[in-house]
């Protein structure tokens, strides 16, 4: 069985700070998928990034980072200098090769004070 | 382009009555899928379909749920007999067929409410 850990349930943070939101994964899969997926107030949910399980490369897009660690089964994201237009939920998910069903995380609501 | 749409975006239904809900794919896109996401839970998958077929239903409550994607039109998620449980929001997604997993794009989701 597939599962998707986000311990943190609300995060609040002063703007222009850091804010890290902490993913773990189980699965017995040897090829996985890993995203995060963002929910703004407005509700839609918006695709952020992909990372398959052989690619543990991080990357940094804008203010976004992510931290692939597949020998503890983390997929942390970081969003740098925080601001109003990032609160949101943000979701973690997993899926693995030949089956689309993505099992999503419980989320974790991040509200920026101005 | 335009993303994945649904609707209605809101729809009241009353206990007993039937809940249509409608899925267009971004276009190009012949896999589409429903989530659902209950109150204090997260997303939930229900269930994977590509055109006229039926992939994966494993999310799918056993009763009262169907859902189907026809050669032409949107995907609908059909619930009979709606009961207050099944007030929650209804999301679906679409993707292109991409190496080992796809990569689903979401629509804005149908907020089921039902009296």
């Known amino acids: 069985a597939q599962k998707v850990t986000q311990a943190q349930t609300e995060i609040s943070v002063v703007e222009k700070e850091d804010v890290t939101l902490d993913c773990v994964y189980e699965t017995r899969d040897t090829t996985y998928y890993l995203f995060w997926y963002k929910q703004p107030p407005s509700g839609e949910l918006v695709f952020l990034i992909r990372?398959?399980?052989?690619?543990?490369q991080n990357e940094i897009s804008g203010r976004y980072s992510w931290n692939f660690q597949k020998s503890t089964s983390s997929f942390n994201f970081t969003i740098t200098a925080s601001q109003v237009v990032d609160s949101a939920v943000y979701f973690c998910?997993?899926?693995?090769?030949?089956?689309?069903?993505?099992?999503f995380g419980k989320g974790n609501q991040v509200v920026v004070i101005p | 382009n335009a993303g994945v749409m649904q609707n209605p975006r809101h729809l009241v239904r009353r206990r007993g009555q039937e809940a249509r809900l409608r899925c267009s794919p971004v276009?190009?896109?012949?896999?589409v899928y429903w989530y659902r996401q209950l109150p204090e839970e997260g997303l939930k998958f229900m269930v994977y379909?590509?055109?006229?077929?039926?992939?994966?239903e494993s999310g799918m409550p056993k009763e009262r749920f169907s859902a189907e994607f026809p050669k032409e039109g949107p995907s609908i998620l059909r619930i009979q007999q709606v009961v207050r449980g099944d007030s929650a929001a209804y999301f679906c997604a679409s993707s292109v067929r991409e190496g080992g997993t796809d990569t689903q794009y979401f629509g804005p989701g149908t907020r089921l409410t039902v009296l």
């Open positions: 379909l590509q055109k006229e077929n039926i992939i994966d």
């Open positions: 276009k190009g896109h012949s896999h």
């Open positions: 990372r398959n399980s052989f690619d543990e």
């Open positions: 998910a997993l899926s693995s090769y030949g089956n689309n069903r993505l099992a």
